[in-house]
């Protein structure tokens, strides 16, 4: 097909492996999203909480630092490096990654169904879970970068700057972090995902979105208020998640008790978690088909 | 081996028994049949079942009973590597609206698997052979409907594939577009070893591209028929009007080998053999002075092997 014969020929060159070719998928989303000014605008401010636990951490080592800027503490220090600490900022960038997702989630499958490019995509050796394994991995990359890796890099440097043991002795919060980040990866994602599969309106996907993390709370307090009941958390996502964090970090439960996150159990907030994440698939399974059947 | 067998082996497709089904609606029943052209029609009215055979030999769709083969490879035990050798441009609107038509192109061209560098090269190859060269940096969604078609068909044949299904690619094209995409289609078909498979319920788009035709309706055979060997038949069988002493002629004319019928009033059929050469007849008819006022190549057109099948002619075995 060169174009200066203006005649066909089929291709005889070598081709990719298989096993790597839904990260084309994924490529192609980032060049999608980075495309956009706002979005990288908005993905490189979430980095900013990160350079300010950095400085944190990093004055909470130096005394020569502290002395600077006054900081002689009485009493507990507030600038104690501990497993809150790190369940505090885990938390921030996690809400900061939700917004970012909240932005491109939606377009991720949108794009394709809205002029049906689907079954274009389908008809190449590319199956259905490929196809949400490449776009899963859009959403995996951008909150490993705003959460897991970050508060990593903060974890080992904390180390570092300690010393005497404190890594192995805490060496259970790089677990926790790491476990705490997929599981926030795998409930985003499939959310987004989902929404975006649902709703081919990019604004109405984002929507819903915010509505599961934000409707679910009013609606979980009026069902508890209503029935003088506390499962009315089952239908509050953030809440679930924040159970299972707060147990991943080891807060006491007096603790947790006095926030006000001790009225589901750690099962039931584990149940909602998986059963929000079956729902998502089983919604991505229905929609994402090269070909809608009217069943007679 | 027996020939049957063979047959069934050079195959482009093979259908054995192929039954879908949508929940308790049978769409393709049963359809059995071996299909051998470099471009072969799938005619039948709307409804008939030829989008769902596209999308079922794509793996789309599972058969509920018996199976198909393209170039001999099991469509449900090698659905992948099926689709790696297939273009596919499919009916209805299909693209990323905010994508240039060289990315979209490059975009697919590397879901089935090309290098980024290759699959650039060929994403403009296609584009400019299409007739696109010009607006490739445009974004999809801007395309008018004539536009949209060809990248369709760029994205399909963007990878090089061995087989390309083209699902009604005329529809919505004005006749110069219409004849665009004509003349695109079977410079791809004359061009290399590439099957091209055209749906569609135009005859004319089928008459001018393909040479073998199958015809579904209800969901079964209608017919299968190679439009090629037809022509071969038809260029053979000719109505003539004559004036003058016919039954010499028509004695001449069969001593000369060909069969002869006359019909009275100068009005005869003659069937030539292939070593046979219409001047033939002129030089016999000069020599007896009987002038040839008209000659007519019978022309049994696609139309009327479509109209056969659909009276049912032809359904009872499959062939027309």
Known sequence: MAVYKRSYRAYEGSTTPERRRFLVLSRYAFFGLFDSRPFTAFFVLCFVPFLLAFATIYISHSPSVKLLLGMQFQGPNPLAINNYFFAFFLGAQSWLGFLLITWCGPQLIAADLANSALPLILSRPISRTEYVIGKLTVVATLLTAIMLLPTLILFFLQAGLEGHGWLWSNLWMAGSIIVASIMWIAVVGLIALASSAWLKWRVAASALMLAIFFVGPGLATAVNLTLDTNWGHIFDLGYAVKVIWMGMFRVPFETMHRLRIAELSLPAAWMVVIGFCAASLLLLNRRLKAREVVRG | ?320
């Open chain 2, 1 to 320: 081996m027996g020939d049957a067998a063979l047959d069934f082996m050079n195959a482009v497709i093979q259908l054995d028994g192929l039954s879908v089904r949508f929940g308790e609606r049978t769409v393709l029943k049963q359809l059995t049949g071996a299909l051998h052209g470099r471009c072969i029609g799938l005619l039948g009215p709307n409804g008939s079942g030829k989008s769902t055979l596209l999308n079922t030999l794509l793996g789309f769709f599972p058969p509920a009973q018996g199976g198909a083969r393209i170039f001999g490879k099991d469509i449900r035990t090698h659905s992948r590597e099926l689709r790696a050798l297939i273009g596919y441009m499919p009916e209805s609107d299909a693209f990323i609206s905010n994508m240039s038509g060289v990315r979209f192109v490059r975009y697919m061209a590397e879901l089935s698997g090309l290098p980024p560098r290759h699959a650039l090269e060929r994403a403009h190859e296609a584009l400019f052979y299409v007739g696109l060269g010009e607006v490739r940096y445009r974004k999809v969604g801007t395309y008018s409907l004539g536009m949209k078609q060809l990248v369709k068909l760029a994205q399909a044949i963007a990878h090089g594939p061995r087989l390309i299904f083209l699902d009604e690619p005329t529809n919505g094209l004005d006749p110069p577009a219409r004849n665009r995409m004509i003349q695109v289609i079977r410079e791809i078909k004359d061009a290399s070893d590439i099957r091209v498979i055209i749906s569609s319920h135009l005859l004319r788009d089928v008459d001018e591209c393909c040479d073998e035709v199958i015809i579904l309706r209800n969901g079964h055979i209608a017919g299968i028929c190679n439009i090629e060997e037809e022509r071969r038949t038809n260029r053979k069988f000719l109505e003539l009007e004559t004036h003058g002493e016919e039954q010499g002629f028509a004695d001449a004319v069969q001593q000369l080998g060909c069969e002869c019928a006359l019909f009275g009033k100068g009005r005869m059929k003659v069937v030539l053999p292939e070593s046979i050469e219409v001047r033939e007849l002129y030089r016999l008819a000069a020599t007896r002075d009987l002038q040839i006022r008209r000659m007519n190549y019978r022309r049994d057109s696609l139309e009327d092997i479509f109209l056969k099948a659909m009276e049912g002619v032809g359904a009872r075995n499959g062939s027309l």
